[in-house]
C-alpha cells in the first residue's frame, strides 16, 4: 500500500494509505486529529476545511495522496498552549458557536477570508463563508467573529 | 435570590466555558471517539418506498474479505420494536394504531432509506464493500406519498387499512360551529406547513461496547437524552436490565429535536456489539441522514377565522392532516396533536376553538419534533389566517391583533384548548417590535425600493409556545408515556468547588455555562470553581434531557430545589459550628451568618467540616454536602413575542431577500443575555430557512428528490441578514418556578416562518396576492406574480 | 469509494502511458466533482492520474493578442490574475463565483470543461467567448468543444492542456444560482467583438447554448433594451424541482439583461 508523507501542524507524519483514502481520514483516524470534522458528502458543509500549503480546501475531497508531500494545518495547529488565535478568540468572545461541530472549519475559513480580505465588510464575509454550513447561530456572529478576529490579527 | 452585581451569575454574558475546547478543535463527539479492536457497521438501505422483501442472500458478503458479521431482521427476532412514547386516542376513544417499528425491515419496506440488513466489518470500507454483495429481492408495491390519497392504500400496516394513525380532536366543536354561524366575517385559508430535514451538522454517531466479564454495554450516542434512550433501549428493545446499560452523550453537534429519538442504529450496535464482544461503531453520513433522521412538520391544514363586525376573533376552525412517516417515531404522535392544536388559541381571546387532527402513515421517512415541533405550525397557520383576514376585512395587521390580545388583567388565563396561560404582556412586546422595525415609517421604505424596482414587503407575527415540558400529571393525563420532570444534583467538594449533575444535555445551548452561573449566583462560588457534568447515566441522575425549551425551566428549577436543600444542610452544619440554632443563621452571598451579626462561616469551610466531621453530632447531622433534587413543573411556561420582516422582492427573478428582522421576546428572567440572543438568532435562520429554502420533496414513486445539500437548500450566511433581537426590559417571569424562566430555543424557529411568508404576501399585494405556501422560491414567487398577473 | 490505483506522473508523456495502462483509468485534476463521485460510488476507476504533477499547466500568461489558461490553473488563480482581472474581468468575476473559496482552491479550467456538467460556469465563457481548447492532440473550437450532457468532443485519454481567450471588447457573466448547490440554474455569459456578439448560457439546457436571436439584437444595438421581447422558447430546457423550463427561459432573458448591462 502505499504511504503519504505530509507536514501536519509543523511535525512530519507518515501514513499508510489506500489509493482512495481521503485526507480527512488520515487527519482524523491515524493522526487522531479528530478536531477536523466531517459533516457532508458533497463538499458543501465546509466541517473539514483545513489549510493545504497555506490554503484552505475541504479535506473530504482531497484525496490524501494528492497532498503527499504538503504541509497541512488543521484547527489543532492554529495555537499553542494556553493562548488562542486570534480568530479563535474571536468566535469565543462573539458567541460565534454554539454545538462547536461546524467551527473547527469555520474558523480555519475565517483566518484565510482575514488573510485576503483583512478588512472585509460584511457582504464580503458572508460571501466568502458560501462553503460552511452552520446549523445553530444563524451566522450573524460568525460574520462578527470574522471582522473581530480580521482587526485582531491586523493589529497581532 | 439574591441580586448583588455578579458579574458571572444570573443575567452576566459570561463568555462559554464550552468554547475552550470546541474552538481547539478538541470538542469530544462521538466519531472522535476510537475504542480498541472496534469495528465498523454499515446499514444496507432500501431503495424502494414500498416493497416487499422475498429474500435476502447474505452469504457472499458473509465470507467477504473483513466481513465480522451479517445482520438480517431474522437474527433480531427476540428485539422488541422502537417505541412510541406517547398514546394518542382518536375522537371514538379507540387508541391510535401503533404498529411495530422494527430494527431492520421485518418482511417490508416502508421508506427509501428503511434499514434491511448490516454488515460489521473491521474497517468501514470493507463492509461497504461487502454490503454490495448482499441481494435483496424486492416485490416493489404502490407508494402512498400523498396525504389526501392515503385512504387508498395500499396500507403500509396490517393495523392500518386506511392508513390513518389516529383521529383526534380538541375544542369545542359545536360553540365553534355557532361562532361562524353568527360571524361578520370569515376567513378560510388552505396552507401546508412544508417538510424540513433537521440537519444538525454533526451527523448522527453511535458506538457500543460490551464487556463481556461484567456483562455491562456501554453506548456512546449523539443524543439529546441519554437516560431517556437508556429506557427506551433497556426497557422495551432489548429487556435489558438499566444497570447494565450505559448510555453516554458526549458533545453533540446539534440536535433540534432529532437527536431525541431512539434509532434503530443505536440499537443495532448494542445488538451487534453484544454479539462479538467488540465494540461496534456506526456513523451517519449526510445522505443516509436525509432518508433515516426523523424529518420535521409536514401538514396540510385548511383553517378558518370568524370575526364580529369589529374585528374580534370569535371562532377558529383548523382541520389539519398531519404526515407521521413509515412508523411513529418517539414522539411522534405528540407534535401533531398536543403540541400543536393547544396552542391555537395564540395571543388572542377566541373564545370558541376546534382542531381536528387526523396523523397519517406514508412511505416516507418518520416524522417527528424539530425545532418548535407543533408550535411553529400552530403560529403559523393562526398568524396566516389573522393576516388574511386584515387584508379581507381591511385592517392594521398590527392592530387586528392588538385588539384580540389577551390583557394582562386577564392572566392566568385559560383557552378553550385546554392551557391555562400564567402570564405576559403581548402588548408590550408588539410595541417594542413595531417601533425597532420603524412599522410607521415602512410605506416611505417600500416607494423607496419601488423607485428601484423592487417590491418591499412587511409581516407581523406574534407567537406564544408552550415549553418547558411538562408537568407529568398533564402529560400522563394526556397520554404521555413519561415524566416530565427533571434531576439535579449539587455535590459541595470539600475544599469548596462545586460539581453539578444534571440530568439536561447541552448540544450547543451552552448549559455548562448557564447552569454554572445559576449555581454560582446561588451559592456565592466563583463560577470557575462550578463544574457541569451531563450526558452520562453513569454520572448523572435519571433526567429527561433537553427539548422543547426545558432545561433552564425544568432542569434549571431542579437544581434551585437540590441548592436549597445544600444550604439547609449548610445551615445545620454552620449552626453546629457557630453553636447557634439553625434558625438564627442566614445564607447570603456565599456564607452562612448568624443572623444580625458578623459572626459567619463561608460555605467554603461548611464544606470542609462536612467532609471533615470530627465533632459532629451524627444522630442529628450526617457528613457530606451533596443533594439531589427532582423538578416536576407545576405547568408549562409560556414565552411569547412579535416578530417583524421585511422583504425585497426582485420580480424579475422573484428573489426574495430578507432586508430586516426585528425579533421582541418574553422569555421572563434572563440568565446569560447572549447566549439568549445567540438562541434567537440560530432558530430566526432555520425559520426563515424554512420560509425560504428547505423542502423536503419527495417523487410519487416515494424517492426523496432532495437528498442532499445539493438539492435540499440550508441557510447560508448571505442568504441572511442582521437581526434585531430584544427582549422584554420588564419580563414578566413565570409565575410557577424559581427561576421566572421560560425558555428561549425555540421561538425564533416558531415565530419567523409566518412573518416572513406574511412579508412576501404584503410585498406582492399589488398583484393581489393572498397567499404562497412555503418555501417562498424564487420560482414559486415568480409563478405566483405570474399567475396573479395573467388573472387581471 | 472503490479503491483505485494512485499514480502521480511528472511529466506528459508519463501521464499518457499511465492513462494508457487501463481502459478503466481516468485523469484527475482538481477532483472537486470527481471525488465526490467517487464517494457515491457512481464511478470505478482503476486507476487514478493525477495531473498535479504536470509543471507549467497552471498559469494565466498574454500570448500575443490571447490569454492563455493553462488546464490546471485552479478557479482562484483565474478569479485573482492581473491579467485576466484588467483584460477579461468577466472571466476573473466568473471563476470567482464558482464553487465556494475551497472548491475554487483545488478546481480547475480543464477540469471543468473536461467535465461539461450543464450546469458549470466555465462552459458559458468558452462558448461565449468561443475560446480554443487546446488538447495534447489538437485545438477544437469553443463552439465545437461541447456535445451534450457531461459529453465533450475529447476523445479516450485526450487531455486538455490549456484554453486560449481572443479578448473581446466587452463582456460579462450573469448567474442565477441554484439556492441549494449554489450551481448555475441560469449563466448567461454575453461577449461583444468587433464583429459580432455571441451570448451562451448555461444550467439551462443538457449543455451551454447560444442564443443567436439575441445575439442579432445585440449586434444592431448593444444594450439591455435591445433585448426587450425576445423569449427564449421552454421547450427543450431542463425542468426540475427547483426550475420548470418556463421560469428558466425566462431567467434566460433577465440574466442575458443583467449581463448586458455590466458590460465593461
Known sequence: MPTVSLTVNGKAANATVEGRTLLVQVLRETLKLTGTHVGCDTSQCGACVVHVDGKPVKSCTVLALQADGCAVTSIEGLSQGADLHPMQQAFRDCHGLQCGFCTPGMIMTAVDIAKRHPEADEATIRRELEGNLCRCTGYANIVKAVQTGAAAMRQG | MNHVANPTGIGAS??????????????????????????????????????????????????????????????????????????????????????????????????????????????????????????????????????????????????????????????????????????????????????????????????????????????????????????????????????????????????????????????????????????????????????????????????????????????????????????????????????????????????????????????????????????????????????????????????????????????????????????????????????????????????????????????????????????????????????????????????????????????????????????????????????????????????????????????????????????????????????????????????????????????????????????????????????????????????????ICEVEIDPDTGVTKVVDFTAADDFGRIINPMIVEGQVQGGLAQGIGQALLEHCIYGADGQLLTGSFMDYAMPRADDLPMFKISTTDTPTPCTHNPLGVKGCGEAGAIGSPVALINAVVNALSEFGVKHIDMPATPQAVWRAIQTAKSKT | MYDFDYQRPSSMPEVKKALATSTDAMPLAGGQTLIPTLKQRLRKPAVLVDLQGLRGFNEVQSVGDKIVIGAMATHATVAASPILRKRLPALAALAGGIGDPHVRNRGTIGGSIANADPAADYPAAVVALNADVVTDRRTVTGDAFFKGLFETSLEQGELITSVHVKLPEKAAYAKFPNPASRFALVGVFVAKFKDGVRVAVTGAGPTVFRVKTMEEALAKSFAAAALDGIAVPASGLNSDLHAAADYRAHLIGVMAKRAVAACS
Not at chain 2, 467554603?604 to 454536602?625: I, M, R, S, T
Open chain 2, 14 to 643: 459570561v463568555k462559554r466555558v464550552e468554547d475552550l475546547r470546541f474552538v481547539r478543535g478538541k470538542g469530544r463527539y462521538t466519531d472522535d471517539i476510537r475504542l480498541h479492536g472496534e469495528t465498523h457497521a454499515y446499514i444496507i438501505r432500501s431503495p424502494h418506498a414500498h416493497a416487499k422483501i422475498a429474500k435476502i442472500d447474505t452469504s457472499r458478503a458473509a465470507a467477504a474479505a473483513g466481513v465480522v458479521m451479517v445482520i438480517t431482521a431474522a437474527d433480531l427476532a427476540k428485539l422488541g420494536g422502537l417505541p412510541c412514547g406517547w398514546l394518542i386516542h382518536s375522537k371514538d376513544g379507540s387508541p391510535m394504531k401503533e404498529p411495530k417499528h422494527p430494527v431492520l425491515a421485518e418482511g417490508k419496506v416502508r421508506h427509501v432509506g428503511d434499514s434491511v440488513a448490516v454488515v460489521v466489518a473491521e474497517t468501514l470500507a470493507a463492509a461497504r464493500d461487502a454490503a454490495e454483495l448482499i441481494e435483496v429481492d424486492y416485490e416493489p408495491l404502490p407508494a402512498v406519498i400523498d396525504m389526501s390519497k392515503a385512504a387508498a392504500g395500499p396500507a403500509l400496516h396490517e393495523a392500518s387499512p386506511n392508513n390513518q394513525c389516529f383521529d383526534w380532536h380538541i375544542g369545542d366543536e359545536a360553540a365553534v360551529k355557532d361562532a361562524f354561524a353568527k360571524a361578520a366575517h370569515v376567513t378560510k385559508l388552505e396552507l401546508i406547513n412544508n417538510r424540513l430535514a433537521p440537519n444538525a451538522i454533526e451527523p448522527r454517531a453511535y458506538i457500543a461496547d460490551f464487556i463481556q466479564a461484567t456483562g455491562e454495554t456501554t453506548l456512546y450516542t449523539s443524543n439529546q437524552n441519554p437516560h431517556v434512550i437508556r429506557l427506551l433501549a433497556g426497557a422495551f428493545v432489548f429487556q435489558m436490565p438499566e444497570h447494565k446499560l450505559r448510555v453516554i452523550a458526549p458533545d453533540v453537534g446539534g440536535g433540534f429535536g432529532s437527536k431525541i429519538y431512539h434509532y434503530a442504529e443505536e440499537a443495532i450496535v448494542i445488538w451487534a456489539a453484544g454479539q462479538i464482544g467488540r465494540p461496534v461503531r456506526w456513523t451517519s453520513d449526510r445522505s443516509e441522514a436525509f432518508i433515516s433522521d426523523a424529518q420535521g412538520r409536514d401538514h396540510k391544514t385548511v383553517v378558518e377565522l370568524a370575526l364580529d363586525k369589529d374585528g374580534k376573533f370569535i371562532g377558529l376552525r383548523a382541520d389539519t392532516l398531519a404526515n407521521v412517516g413509515a412508523y411513529l417515531s418517539t414522539f411522534a404522535s405528540v407534535v401533531p396533536t398536543i403540541l400543536h392544536a393547544t396552542l391555537l388559541a395564540g395571543n388572542y381571546t377566541t373564545p370558541a376553538i376546534y382542531c381536528n387532527v387526523k396523523a397519517i402513515f406514508t412511505n416516507t421517512v418518520p416524522v417527528d419534533a424539530y425545532r418548535g415541533a407543533g408550535r411553529p405550525e400552530a403560529t403559523y397557520l393562526l398568524e396566516r389566517v389573522i393576516d388574511l383576514a386584515a387584508i379581507e376585512t381591511k385592517r392594521d395587521p398590527a392592530e387586528l391583533r392588538r385588539i384580540n390580545f389577551i390583557a394582562p388583567s386577564q392572566f392566568p388565563y385559560q383557552t378553550p384548548v385546554a392551557l391555562q396561560y400564567d402570564t405576559g404582556n403581548y402588548g408590550r412586546t408588539l410595541d417594542m417590535a413595531l417601533a425597532a422595525a420603524k412599522y410607521k415609517d415602512f410605506p416611505t421604505r417600500r416607494a423607496e425600493a419601488k423607485a428601484r424596482g423592487k417590491l418591499r414587503g412587511i409581516g407581523i407575527a406574534n407567537y406564544i409556545e408552550a415549553c418547558g415540558i411538562a408537568p407529568s400529571a398533564v402529560a400522563g393525563a394526556l397520554g404521555g408515556r413519561a415524566g416530565g420532570y427533571e434531576s439535579g444534583a449539587i455535590r459541595v467538594n470539600p475544599t469548596g468547588s462545586v460539581t453539578v449533575m444534571t440530568g439536561s444535555h447541552s448540544h450547543g445551548q451552552g448549559h455548562e455555562t448557564t447552569f454554572a452561573q445559576i449555581v454560582s449566583d446561588k451559592l456565592g462560588i466563583p463560577f470557575d470553581q462550578v463544574d457541569v457534568v451531563h450526558g452520562d447515566t453513569a454520572r448523572t441522575p435519571f433526567g429527561m434531557g433537553t427539548y422543547g425549551s426545558r432545561s433552564i425551566a425544568v432542569g434549571g428549577s431542579a437544581l434551585i430545589k437540590a441548592m436549597d436543600k445544600i444550604i439547609a444542610k449548610g445551615k445545620q452544619i454552620a449552626a453546629h459550628l457557630l453553636e447557634v440554632s439553625d434558625q438564627d443563621v442566614v445564607f447570603e452571598n456565599g456564607a452562612f451568618t448568624v443572623a444580625g451579626t458578623d459572626r459567619k462561616k463561608t460555605i467554603g469551610e461548611v464544606a470542609f467540616q462536612a467532609y471533615v466531621p470530627h465533632n459532629f453530632p451524627h444522630d442529628k447531622l450526617e457528613p457530606g454536602l451533596e443533594e439531589q433534587a427532582f423538578y416536576d413543573p407545576k405547568n408549562f411556561t409560556f414565552p411569547a413575542g412579535t416578530y
